[in-house]
């Protein structure tokens, strides 16, 4: 193997260790495109320079440019309507009576989902609902969720959103962009956190838990250890919730299959 080819092999090695990124054999030319970027932004002449970067601890920022380049941040409002109308439908009505209602949007890439989320619970429970509703939000990559905190959107992503929602919950502040109303932002939290540091460090578990449209980059190992890190934070009787294209049914885990992308955590909340 060429000495570049072996850097290159160490990279995709370190991706699928430290972020549980795996990049087969056909994206090979994909993940080397999104890899020449951060060269020439850190001005890294060769892959083997950068992976030899890659192990030392005080290259934060470049270890963080290599996360974010390899990550797919694709996302949008209103995804996958068909679980988020099971959402509202069968899930929500059971929290509306809680004190608290906590839900994360794990690997929330810039905040849609987590927004999305708020303004069901708006529209089904109400304004008072909302208020004690907390919804964090976390991903990998650090310019996503600095993206998410300032809630800003436009184009694309915007296209799901009914008319009427995009009135009430969004304000226009001009070149085709929206910011999401306060009421919507102050309920939503995000941070950084990488999936595959388990366990997760929360005091509070969580009622519902989103976790879609990640898994698939995760070999199954990383793919079983996350849903499983999931069940501990989450209460029990409470609810993961996959893409539909993401199955935990065969991982072998402690989640109860409740229906296409919905799995329950056995036991009763308080
Ligand atoms: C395709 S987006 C999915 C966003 C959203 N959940 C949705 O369904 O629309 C995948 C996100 O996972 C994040 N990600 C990748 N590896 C991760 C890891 N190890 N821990 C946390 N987030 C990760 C990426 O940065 C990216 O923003």
Known sequence: MMH???GFEQIRNW??????ISYSDQKKDLLLQRLNRVQRAFGIERLSDMSRRLQDVAEHDLQLAVMHAA???????????DVLDKFRDNILPSLANRNEIRIWSAACSSGDEAFTLAIIIAETLGMAALNKTLILGTDISAPV??????GIFGGRQLDQVPS???SKYFKPIGMGQYQ?????????????????????PFKQPFQV??????LYYFDIADQKATVDAIYDVTEPGGWLITSVTESVRDLSTRWQPAGTSINRKEGRNK
């Open 4 to 6: 570049e080819e072996i």
């Open 15 to 20: 991706l699928g260790q430290r972020c549980g």
């Open 71 to 81: 990550s797919t941040n694709h996302t949008y409002f209103f995804r996958e309507m």
């Open 145 to 150: 969720v600095e993206r998410a905190e300032a």
């Open 164 to 166: 009427h929602l995009l």
């Open 180 to 200: 999401v109303v306060d009421a919507i932002r102050s309920r939503c939290t995000f941070r950084r956190l990488n999936l595959k540091t388990t366990p997760y």
């Open 209 to 214: 838990v989103f976790c879609r449209n990640i």
